[in-house]
Each structure stands twice: as C-alpha cells, then as structure tokens.
C-alpha cells in the first residue's frame, strides 16, 4: 500500500538535488561552450556577443551570427596550447604510472594485514586526505628547494657534492602528484585487493608456479577493477590540475591549467579560457565516462 | 594467514607511510622554529603563531573560510543524502543516466573546468561575486562527495526495516528519520566532515567564484605563497591540520562507542 504522501515525496527526493545539479553543473557547461564563441571586449563581463533574448528572437540570431570559431583557430595556431596539452596528457600518464607503483605495494601490504589491524590502516591512509591539498604542495617546497631539507639531507651523508636541482622541474611535479593523489590511488586497490580469495594463489602455488608468475597471473588481474579505477582517479584530475605545477613546476612548466588560470586572472581572456577549458573537458569526456561506468558497475555489484 | 604479513608487506607500509606523513610532520616541526628562515632550524619558538593572530588579513580570511565551509557543509549534506537516496532507491526515472553521469563527473572534474563555468553561470545571472557565490560553488562540488559516501551505506542497507514499520502504518517520512536516518547517520556524519573538508580546503574553485571581500585562507596562503615561503605560514597550516585532527579523532572515537553500545544491544538482544 502505497502512502498519498509517498509520491510527492519521492518526486521531490529525485527533483531537489536533479535541478541543483542540472543549474549548477550542466547548464554551466553550456554557457562556458557559448561563450568560447565569442569575442573579447573591453568591458564587464569582457566578452561579447552575450545571448539572450533582450532583443527578441531576430536579435538573437543576429547574435548567433556573431558566433565565431576564432579562439579555437587561435588555439591551433598558438603551438603552446598543443603543447600544453601534450605535456599535461605525459605528465599525468606518468604521475598515475608512479602513483600505481608506489601505490599497488601499499595496497597489497594493507589488505594482507591482520583483519584485526586493517580499519586503523585504512585510517591512516585517509587522514592526510583530510589535510588541506594546498599546505601538502606546499610542505614539499621545503623538502625540494636548492638549499631545502632533502638537499641538506644529501649533502650532510655525503651522497651529493652539489645541491640538486628538483623544484621547479618535471620530477617535482611528478613528486607532487604522486603525493597528493596516492589514496586515491590506494583505497580503490585497496578494496579490490582485501576482497580477493588468497587461497586462489596458494593453489597457484601449490600447483608449483613461481610467486612472481603467480603474481601476475592470478593476483594483478583479480585487482584489475581496482587498477582501472585508481589509475582514473588520479589520471582524470591530474591532467588539469593547477596548484602543483604552478607551486612545484616554476614558470617553466607547461599545463593546461595553468594555461588556463593565466588566460583567465592575468590576460582576463574569458573567451579564449573557455575554449581551452571546452577541449580539455573534450579531451577528458571518454576516461570521464569509462570512470562513470566503472562506478555504476561497482554499485550494481554491491547491491 | 599472518605468515603472509611478510617482511616485504611490512616494509611497503612502512615507507609508504613515511612518505604520506613526512612532509606533513616537517612542516609542523618547522612552524616552531626561531629562525625566518624555514628550512635552517634556530632553536624553539612560538612567536610565529603569536604574529599569526595579529596577522588581521589572515584572521578575516580564516572567519570567512570556516563560516562558508559550515553553511556549504551542512547544505551539501543535505542535497547529497537525497542524491544518494535517489540514487539507490529509484532505479528508474527519466534522466536517471544523466543524473548518475552529474553526481559522479564533479568527483574527477578538474576544478579549473569547475570553477569557471560556474563563475560564468554566476556572470551570465547576474549574481555578484562574493560570500553567496562562493557558498553556492561549494555546495555544488561537495554535495556529490556526499552522495558517493551516503551511497555506499545505502546499499548495504537492509530495506526490510523499512518495509516492517512501513506495514506498521508508519509513513514514508517517519519512516526515514525513525529507520533509516539512524542506520545511516555515521555515513552522513562522515559526508559532512568530508564536504566541510572539501570547502575549507579549495583553492582553485573559490579563486573563480569568490569576489571582493570574500577571501579564504586557501587563497590567502597561496598568495603568501608566491611571494615567499614563511614560516607564518606553517604556523597557519599547522593550526588546520590541528583542528582537522581533533574532528577526524573524536568522529572515530564516536564512532566506536556507537558500534561498542549497537554490538551489546545486539547481545542484550539476542539473550532476549
């Protein structure tokens, strides 16, 4: 028997958070896309033509006419925002490639821990998560600089003569990533790996197969799902991340978040930051919807 | 089974751990340091936090970043618990798909793509920038954080309690705050802690949507930041990561009285 109340309340559960994101999240999409068709000005907002039907609907394909493609020719003339994405694609590859080596050991030690000791683990893992991002750059440039804690470190065993030189280069971005993002990394491999049924490598084994072979061929592609998961977690934020580079990377480095933070705050170029952010969003949207599709799988399976 | 807890597993956490906490307790060590210098150690002092609260610009951005976090926390929550639950409860609606594809895109979005549509929304309705603007990003980028935690409890959940008290003629909304919202309420309390992190937090989102006057002290330290690393600054950080500390222990020591006391109900229960 269904309650008189229960069908309006239903309908309000779905509606209230629908329409929030639907104003909040996708129609932004769209006037980010409208926009990256029009034209600087000087004036505020700064760009112009800006759609709406003050002029009625004449006025509004008059303003659809208006339209023009000319930040995005712009973008393939300018080799430094190809470059930029390039560099922001290989660098985050090779971040989330590090963060799962580092990463998969972490996991594996954790979900082989004593049940009784795995909750606190886990803890552990997530605490420095809950520490601002920001200050976590912002720790390393203390550790990296020429004459920081790392360097002392070296030069006091005696392992380097000559201080190194890792703020301010690719190695400190990929230090930074791998460090901001490794429980996103580690909890997903967590949870495939603590699930997994061990005596499936004690067969393996028994059967005479070297652990390394086991390893391999049992193991890693029962964490499979994991892998992939993690691997989109970090990959996916990583590719447009700002404050590592910008922190980490010096003036030097080129990603595409930082493209389009510069665009945006020092050359206030909204149209041309909103085309850059409209092919990023282009470049994202197919490990963007694997992701959406690797959740949607994990919570049929957890039903 | 524990003879596979082997050296090599302990040695992987050890130093994994190292490296997750490291950095973190360095720049704590160094916020008590004598010397402007923030890598040359000079001896015990606590005057940069003294300096820290004469800081007046730093004090007006910490008031601003906690009074948002408090208010987009708490609205977040809200809005991600009915996510959540229209998520697991509704397997079919029209625009599902969407909506499933809306709650978890803003997880992996990056938030330079974030922050500008949503400033651009912000300047194409004519809302000026500031306090509001700011809260209303938030809750947007928190609430699907929310709903991802809510959701995981949710499915879980055994629905027959609800369907028992609903039988008893208990009504659909009762039902939720006398039934469900008990069963789910660590996963919220957990959502909200999560969304207040989040808020406090951001950085590049609130650059976009804040405006004049409505500095936060992610903002603030990231501009400290490009001029020069002192040890002011790790003075601050150190002073969050304290308070995030205190909240993320005292959550898990509830946290455990409540499955002390569930475990002895359950006990009390059982011997009826």
Same mark, same amino acid.
Not at chain 1, 45 to 58: E, N, Q
Not at chain 1, 119 to 148: D, H, N
Not at chain 2, 171 to 176: A, E, L, R
């Given at each position: ?303 | ?78 809005? +991600? ?7 697991? &409860?509704?397997?079919?609606?029209? +625009? &599902? ?17 974030? +922050? ?42 055994? &629905? ?30 957990? +959502? ?65 009285? &409540? ?14």
């Amino acid at each position: 028997m269904k309650h008189p109340l229960s069908a309006v309340t239903d309908r309000l559960v779905i509606l209230i958070p629908y329409f929030w994101l639907l104003f909040f999240f996708l129609i932004p999409f769209f006037i980010v896309f409208k926009i990256s068709l029009s034209t600087t000005a000087i004036a505020m907002p700064p760009y112009t033509p800006v759609l709406g039907l003050s002029d009625g609907v004449s006025g509004l394909i008059t303003q659809i006419g208006e339209f023009s493609f000319d930040n995005y020719l712009w973008l393939t003339q300018d080799a430094l925002y190809f470059n930029a994405y390039v560099s922001s694609v290989i660098i985050a590859g090779i971040s989330t490639l590090l963060a799962l080596i580092v990463g998969y050991p972490i996991a594996y030690g954790m979900a082989r821990a004593p049940a009784t000791i795995r909750p606190t683990l886990l803890m552990l893992v997530i605490l420095p998560f809950w520490t601002s991002f920001l200050i976590r750059v912002y720790a390393w440039i203390g550790i990296l600089k020429p004459e920081g804690l790392l360097n002392q470190l070296l030069l006091a065993t005696g392992i380097i003569d000559q201080p190194l030189v890792i703020l301010n280069t690719h190695t400190a971005i990929f230090i930074g990533i791998v460090y901001s993002y490794l429980p996103f990394m580690i909890l997903p491999l967590y949870s495939a790996l603590e699930k997994m049924d061990y005596s499936l490598i004690e067969a393996a084994q028994d059967l005479g197969c070297p652990p390394m072979t086991a390893f391999w061929k049992v193991t890693f592609p029962l964490s499979l799902p994991g892998v992939i998961a993690g691997c989109l977690l970090v990959f996916i934020p990583a590719v447009g991340e700002f404050v590592i580079p910008d922190l980490l990377g010096g003036s030097q480095t080129l990603m595409i978040g930082k493209t389009l933070w510069n665009e945006f705050f020092a050359n206030r170029d909204w149209p041309v930051s909103s085309a850059v952010a409209v092919i990023l969003l282009l470049l994202l949207v197919v490990p963007i919807m694997f992701f959406q599709q690797a959740q949607a799988r994990a919570q049929e399976q957890g039903r | 089974m524990n003879a596979s807890w082997s050296r090599f597993n302990i040695t992987a956490i050890v130093l994994g751990f190292a490296f997750l906490y490291l950095p973190i307790v360095l720049l704590v060590v160094f916020s008590f340091n004598e010397s402007k210098l923030v890598t040359v150690w000079g001896g015990f002092s606590t005057k940069w936090y003294v300096s820290l609260f004469h800081n007046q610009g730093l004090m007006d951005a910490a008031w601003v970043t906690i009074r948002v976090g408090l208010i987009s926390a708490t609205m977040a929550t809200v809005l +991600g618990t009915l996510a959540a639950l229209a998520l697991t &409860r509704y397997t079919r609606f029209r +625009g &599902r798909v969407l909506f499933s594809g809306m709650v978890f895109a803003p997880l992996v979005m990056p938030e330079v793509i974030t +922050g500008l549509s949503l400033l651009l929304l912000f300047v194409a309705v004519g809302l000026d920038r500031g306090f509001f603007t700011l809260t209303l990003a938030h809750i947007t980028f928190s609430m699907c954080f929310v709903a991802v935690v809510v959701q995981s409890r949710l499915v879980t959940f055994d &629905r027959s309690l609800e369907e028992a008290a609903m039988d008893l003629g208990a009504p659909p909304v009762k039902t939720f705050f006398q039934i469900t919202l008990p069963v789910i309420l660590p996963a919220i309390v957990s +959502g909200w802690m999560l969304a207040f992190t989040l808020s406090i937090d951001d950085l590049v989102i609130s650059s976009f949507t804040s405006g004049p006057g409505a500095t936060t002290l992610p903002m603030k330290i990231y501009s400290q930041v490009r001029l020069g690393v002192t040890p002011e600054i790790n003075a601050a950080c150190t002073i969050l990561i304290g308070i995030v500390a205190c909240g993320v222990i005292a959550a898990s020591l509830v946290n455990k009285r &409540r499955e002390v006391q569930r475990l002895r109900d359950e006990q009390a229960a059982q011997r009826g």
